[in-house]
């Protein structure tokens, strides 16, 4: 799983709590990016961030929301607006902006709501 | 938009064998296009990418790729599958223009049985 660490691997949360999962990188890669997995689905983008103090909605961004305040660094929050918060989560890194970068992967974190 | 197919949910390959997992593309421009595996409650790892030039593309473990533009096709091969091997793979899509994002296919399992 490379330099990416996601904290923590499980994660439960009661219906109405907003809950933070982290996600570090020590590859000093400018770009990463929070996917949410389910079942049969592939991996939907959520929010991804090209660079520190900025980052952009995904294909799925309502109920959740990020922060990019240093490089290493893109916790995720999801918040009790997210109706279906229940899926793996995985962040990844990538060197830059350009298409050709492979992304890196987290080892992901569970979240189960109760 | 772009887009990815992964027509099989599971491929069933006897340890030996060689396998291919299938996947075709839809864009708008020239295509780069990689391959990730997935371990149980694991994150995604890379495997391989197609960017431009030759359209055989050799990647990690002894996966290849090839590239095949009037197909729009990029299946994942190996001449001879082991049982460890066995696992999730996902094919994605990414264009050069402007700062596109990942689009990854819903995945395929494959099973590789001794």
């Known amino acids: 799983d490379g330099g990416i660490t996601q904290s923590p691997k499980y994660l439960f949360r009661k219906e109405g709590q907003n809950v933070t999962l982290s996600c570090e990188q020590n590859l000093n890669h400018d770009a990463m990016y929070w996917y949410r997995q389910d079942p049969g689905q592939g991996l939907r983008l959520i929010y991804y961030?090209?660079?520190?103090?900025?980052?952009q909605k995904g294909d799925i961004a309502e109920g959740y929301s990020v922060s990019r305040e240093k490089k290493e660094s893109f916790p995720l929050t999801v918040t009790s607006a997210q109706k279906n918060p229940t899926a793996f989560y995985l962040c990844a890194s990538s060197m830059g902006q350009g298409a050709t970068n492979e992304q890196f992967f987290g080892p992901g974190t569970r979240l189960t709501v109760l | 938009a772009q887009s990815v197919a992964q027509p099989e949910d599971q491929v069933n390959v006897a340890e030996g064998n060689p396998l291919t997992v299938k996947c075709t593309y839809s864009?708008?421009?020239?295509?780069?296009l990689f391959w990730y595996v997935q371990y149980p409650n694991r994150g995604l790892q890379f495997l391989l990418k197609?960017?431009?030039?030759?359209?055989l593309v050799k990647g990690s473990y002894g996966f290849e790729a090839e590239f095949n533009k009037s197909q729009t096709s990029f299946h994942l091969k190996k001449p001879s599958a082991l049982v460890s091997d066995s696992a999730l793979y996902f094919c994605?899509?990414?264009?050069?223009?402007?700062?596109?994002?990942?689009?990854f296919g819903k995945g395929t399992m494959l099973l590789v049985s001794p």
């Open positions: 197609y960017i431009t030039g030759d359209n």
């Open positions: 994605a899509v990414r264009v050069l223009a402007g700062y596109s994002t990942l689009t």
């Open positions: 864009v708008s421009g020239n295509p780069y």
């Open positions: 961030s090209q660079i520190v103090n900025d980052f």
